[in-house]
């Protein structure tokens, strides 16, 4: 048995686009001196938050320490990936003092807590906490994430699939899996819309989780961290509606991800209107990704989370970077990816 304390780990959950990497952002940003490891999740190939997360320029949390796990979803490869990267950051020195693990939007935050039950991982490193993340302003609109009229449509198109009992068990098992419920975008919000988001999370809550609000992931990290749950030793008192089922079984076969490379020359507007478009015609959840703008040395981000659009030039693009314009789409099973690259103006990328 080590005689040196575990390493706190906090599970950051929540669907797709709620949040998560704008809270943790600005975690890194005011860790306050603490050494951070990141671990993070997509559910795609293309590692965009793991981007987005590295190069914010704190000593605290150099590049090295921001861990990408893109071959799918983290609750599904536990064994294969999320081991050995636990086993390889528990043995590094220095040790960090806390980890972030950024779940991918799709993953059940379950199967991950019970990795932390393993021998290897179980005398070094404790859960301290799981805060899933909420879209505040989506919930209050009457949409878990997605947008409803779409899955319609797909329903109909394919009555064989129940995305929206997916999208929805997976939203329950997040929250009855938290500590600590952040309830985000609250500045797209007012009173009547804070209200609605809140009544639309309150029964899947277990009785002590508390509920924070935020704009911009704008958390003190003294709320955040620290919780000391030691989850791993209360697995039991969290229901999943995927409990005693097999890894297969989770319900990600519901939901397609692919990658769109888009041409030269496209102007922010022409990709925020194609993009808008797609949205509308096909059960898209997510759009993410970086653009190469004609004549501008900075880098596009675009984000898309249903039918809300984003985009900022974050940051210039590096002198041996090649400049490409890629977007991450996720969406239903099924989603016709050779018509959404083309509504996009682009194609899919091998
Ligand atoms: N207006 C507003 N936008 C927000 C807020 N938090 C996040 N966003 C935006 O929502 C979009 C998705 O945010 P992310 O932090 O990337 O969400 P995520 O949960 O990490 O997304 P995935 O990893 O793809 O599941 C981005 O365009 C953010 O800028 C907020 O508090 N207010």
């Known amino acids: 048995m ?29 860790a306050g001196g603490r050494r951070l490891a990141l671990i993070v999740n997509e559910f795609g190939d293309v590692g965009i938050d793991g981007d987005l997360l590295k190069g914010c320029g704190i000593d605290t949390c150099p590049d090295e320490n921001v861990i990408e796990l893109a071959n799918g979803c983290i609750c599904c490869t536990v064994a294969d990936d999320f081991l050995p990267t636990m086993e390889a950051l528990l043995a590094r020195e220095p040790r960090p003092d806390h980890i972030i693990i950024e779940t991918s939007g799709l993953a059940l935050p379950k199967p991950l807590v019970q990795a932390f039950a393993w021998p290897s991982v179980k005398t070094l490193a404790t ?9 505040g302003a989506a919930l209050a609109e009457g949409r878990v994430a997605n947008d409803p009229e779409a899955l319609d449509r797909q329903r109909a198109a394919d009555t064989s699939l129940d995305h929206e009992a997916e999208v929805d068990e997976l939203f329950e098992d997040q929250l009855a899996c938290a500590d600590m419920v952040i309830v985000t975008k609250t500045d ?4 009547a819309g804070l209200a609605r988001a809140h009544a639309a999370i309150a029964p899947e809550l277990r009785p002590a989780t508390r509920v924070i609000e935020a704009a911009g992931g704008k ?10 749950a030691a989850v791993e030793d209360d697995i039991a008192s969290r229901p999943s509606h995927h409990d005693g089922t097999s890894e297969e079984e989770h319900g990600h076969d519901a939901f397609a991800s692919f990658v769109v490379e888009l041409p030269d020359g496209m102007s922010p507007d022409d990709i925020s209107r194609r993009i808008t478009a797609a949205v509308a015609d096909h059960p898209i959840y997510r759009v ?7 004549n501008k040395p900075m880098r596009l981000v675009v984000q898309g989370v249903g039918p809300r659009l984003q985009q900022h030039f974050d940051r210039p693009w590096g002198a041996g970077e090649a400049r490409r314009s890629r977007l991450v789409v996720i969406g239903a099973q099924g989603l016709d990816a050779g018509a959404v690259a083309t509504a996009l103006g682009g194609r899919t990328a091998a």
């Not at 859960?127 to 879209?135: C, L, R, T, Y």
């Open 2 to 30: 080590s005689t040196r304390s575990k390493i706190p780990a906090t599970i950051v959950t929540g669907f797709l686009g709620a949040g998560k990497t704008t809270l943790i952002r600005h975690l890194i940003e005011n």
């Open 127 to 135: 859960v301290d906490g799981v805060i899933a993340v909420v879209d």
């Open 188 to 191: 797209l919000l007012d009173a």
């Open 219 to 228: 958390v003190d990290p003294a709320v955040l961290l620290g919780i000391g």
């Open 288 to 294: 993410k990704g970086f653009v190469s703008v004609t």
